[in-house]
């Protein structure tokens, strides 16, 4: 039931876009983003709901699309301080109590 | 806001030991979730309480585990005997409700090591 993200991991140029995938094998309700940088706590970024709706948040947005049980993160124009490795959560329809399944996460570098 | 307030940061205990992790959620927050991070199996989640009740406890490894909640404003996880592969960052997290609508906020973790 685990979320299936890729790329593991990416490295990118100050100023370079990455697409963070996120795709689940059952029926999804919604699903969150988180960034955790090293040794810190994961820190939410935002939530989906079906509905195929997109979010964004500065240069980070995020698309569900319900038919495909997939979610997409897209880093435009990525600055130093996006580094840290992305989850996703993902919320199943048959269970909107919140009890979040993560992936194993997608760690993105970025260099100057 | 203070957040959510994890204690001990770091604790290193030798094997056999009974560990006591602590939280304290958000003022307010329904829900509290205590996951285990480690490099081989990610982010679990191990238990949640929704208005101090545990409501879904299918992810504690083993009987050696046990979380309890005894009023809103605090949470402990206790480990007991503890044995070297318990060794990982345990996160606790708070949320307003239980709906999908609802991030969690997490706190700094403690990180365990049981030599």
Known sequence: ?????????????????????????????????????????????????????????????ASFNEKKQQ???????????YSGTYFCGTEMS??????????????????? | DAGVIQSPRHEVT????????????ISG????????????RGLELLIYFNNNVPIDDSGMPEDR?????P??????????PSEPRDSAVYFCASSSWGGPNSPLHFGNGTRLTVT
């Open chain 2, 65 to 69: 585990f046990s979380a309890k909640m």
């Open chain 1, 71 to 81: 979610s997409s993160l897209y880093l435009t124009a990525s600055q130093l301080s």
């Open chain 2, 14 to 25: 030798e094997m056999g030991q009974e560990v006591t992790l602590r939280c304290k959620p």
């Open chain 1, 94 to 112: 048959d269970n909107a109590g919140n009890m979040l399944t993560f992936g194993g996460g997608t760690r993105l570098m970025v260099k100057p």
């Open chain 2, 71 to 80: 009023n809103a404003s605090f949470s402990t996880l206790k480990i007991q």
């Open chain 1, 1 to 61: 039931q685990q979320p299936v993200q890729s790329p593991q991991a990416v490295i990118l140029r100050e100023g370079e876009d990455a697409v963070i995938n996120c795709s689940s094998s059952k029926a999804l309700y919604s699903v969150h983003w988180y960034r955790q940088k090293h040794g810190e706590a994961p820190v939410f970024l935002m939530i989906l709901l079906k509905g195929g709706e997109q979010k964004g948040h500065e240069k980070i947005s």
């Open chain 2, 29 to 40: 927050h329904d829900y509290l979730f205590w996951y285990r991070q480690t490099m081989m």
